[in-house]
């Protein structure tokens, strides 16, 4: 028997023991325990209101500062401590170093952009990174359930993404659109820019259909918002819940508590794919979707 085919009929008896015990157990249809979304509220840890805006301290906050101080700094750390024969830590930050330089900044810019926009590139790739990373690291940032430590009430840990809040993937992406875009009208002039959203080849076409394909062109920017900011926080997203739910919520959820024993390798296997690839791909693809929209906007031909 082949390989493959030991692997499908492992993955069918381990369906088919799950179904079984579903069957057998049956569940109340109540749940009152999990509560998935609660990991993504932001309750104000300090409240700060100023006139009608809500500057208030949370978990978000704290994520947002973690990854900021990884970020700055890990590479400030080894630019002090570089050596002609790098240990492990200082091979991997090279590794992340040539992935930024050459592959999402060399590979989709002209040098001199490359060089001008290399340092807002490479922050932007090692922020998201780490802001992705330290969101499958539990921290006690629970301050729904407390942890009785020595007559202290300490918040109990648990997981949480700021990149998996829709409004910090926002922010990024409009700081990314507003950058190209200048860094287009600075290149070309606003005028010689707008009409280099036309793709070459249409000289010849009827005016009205030359507009018609411009403003489906200036629908796609905008359309840009979505699709930039969307794709980092719905794979966050999903990472989080495929663990939340796999990690013992699926048991709970269905009041089969044996179940839990099934989904728990799963959620061990969701944890290793989210940290190994997915935090990392969705940092190199915000980042490098960023160096193609600034080189389409300084190249001479769009």
């Known amino acids: ?25 049956g569940s109340a249809g109540k749940n009152e325990a999990f509560q998935p979304q609660n ?5 104000p840890w300090i409240s700060i209101h100023l006139g009608g805006v809500d500057l208030s301290v949370n978990k978000a906050v704290l994520y947002l500062v973690l990854a900021s101080l990884l970020t700055v700094g890990t590479m400030t750390w080894i630019a002090r ?22 592959n999402i900044t060399g590979g989709n810019l002209d040098q001199a952009t490359a060089v001008r926009w290399f340092p807002f590139l490479g922050a932007l790739f090692f922020f998201i990174w780490f802001s992705n990373i330290i ?10 359930h407390t942890v009785d430590i ?31 875009h200048v860094e287009g009208i600075r290149a070309k002039g606003l005028f010689k820019y707008l009409a280099s959203w036309l793709p070459p080849g249409l000289e010849d076409m009827n005016p009205i259909a030359k507009g018609f394909i411009w403003a489906i062109e200036a629908i796609s920017h905008f359309a840009r918002l979505i699709s930039l900011s969307v794709r980092l926080f719905a794979n966050i997203l999903a990472g989080h819940l495929l663990l939340l739910f796999m990690g013992g919520g699926l048991a709970v ?14 959620a061990f296997f969701f944890f290793i794919l989210e940290v190994g ?7 190199f693809t915000f980042s490098t979707l960023t160096a193609i929209y600034i080189g389409g906007a300084t190249a001479a031909s769009h």
């Open 253 to 266: 959820l269905l009041g089969i508590a044996a179940l839990g024993a099934l989904t728990f390798p799963l």
């Open 135 to 144: 969101g499958f690291l539990p921290l006690p940032v629970n301050t729904e």
């Open 277 to 283: 690839l997915t935090a990392t791909l969705q940092a």
């Open 39 to 43: 990991e993504f509220k932001l309750e």
């Open 81 to 102: 401590r570089m050596a002609q024969k790098p240990n492990r830590v200082q091979t991997a930050v090279e590794v992340a170093y040539d992935l930024t330089k050459n």
């Open 150 to 180: 020595f007559g202290l009430e300490l918040p109990a840990f648990a997981l949480y993404a700021a990149t998996a809040n829709l409004s910090i993937p926002l922010v990024l992406t409009l700081v990314v659109w507003v950058a190209y």
């Open 1 to 25: 028997m082949s390989t493959k085919a030991k692997a499908f009929i492992g993955l069918g008896g381990y369906l088919a023991l799950a179904m079984l015990m579903l069957l057998i157990f």
